[in-house]
């Protein structure tokens, strides 16, 4: 979060795991035996309680915040959810006729 680089020494690499990282968005609909969820308040327009539920239940194990309790309070506050423009009722109207 806050753009520092970390070294490591050449005697230090097998303590480092391969990992891979994804968007909430993305993991929607899949399930993993651990989660790591950056929350933090620079990423203010992501804390929302719906992308934090998504995120949390996606880990099937374990599940780790990272980030500050006042950025995790706000998502748990913000309960709206944007507005969705599918345009699926127009098309539901004019299949159904």
Known sequence: FDHRVVDYGFDELDELDLAYAITIHKSQGSEFPAVVIPI?????????????????????????????????????????????HTGLARRLERLLG
């Open 40 to 84: 933090h308040g620079q990423h203010h327009i992501m804390l929302q309680r719906n992308l934090l539920y998504t995120a949390i239940t996606r880990g099937r194990r374990l599940v780790t915040l990272v980030g500050t309790r006042q950025a995790l309070a706000r998502a748990v506050r913000e309960a709206r959810q944007s507005r969705r």
